[in-house]
């Protein structure tokens, strides 16, 4: 059984190391080229699937990376890979599958959704710096009102 890696576009075009490293170094192949069977089993940062190569009785291990802060990781492990590809007990990795979303229209945000999510990011960071403003400027209206009827509560002694 081989081993390919899937990852998410956006993920790729953030990390520049790793998309030098797909194009020089290693094969890549389109999703259409694989019939998924099932998922084997997944973690915090990926999923893995069993599927064949169409057309062919290969089977192959897909790691479809879910985690899109995970580039670093994926880059480490691919070298980690490269450096024990030899040995017969360990799964070979054969490459690289990177536009993972173009076979799943409907898990694709569209351009509207992304800016909505950006604005509520935004309104949600002003909302609380507000709220922390109004919960500042009370404390210290407080503080100032309890030092002022401390002084006048002394003031009558």
Sequence with gaps: MARIYTALCAKISTYTNFRSLLLKDYRQYD???FK?????GSGG?????AAYWKNTTSKFAIKKITKLSAGKEIINEINLMKRVD???NIIKFVGIINECWRHE???RP???QVILELNNIDNSNSEESENEETKIAEELKNEENEDDFADCHLSNY
Excluded: K, N
């Excluded at 998924?36 to 084997?40: F, G, K, M, N, P």
């Excluded at 940062?45 to 699937?49: D, G, K, L, N, R």
């Design 31 to 33: 999703h259409q080229d």
């Design 105 to 107: 229209p409907d898990e």
């Design 45 to 49: 940062s990926a999923a893995v699937y």
């Design 36 to 40: 998924i069977l099932s998922e084997i």
């Design 110 to 112: 569209d351009a509207s």
């Design 86 to 88: 030899f040995h017969p």
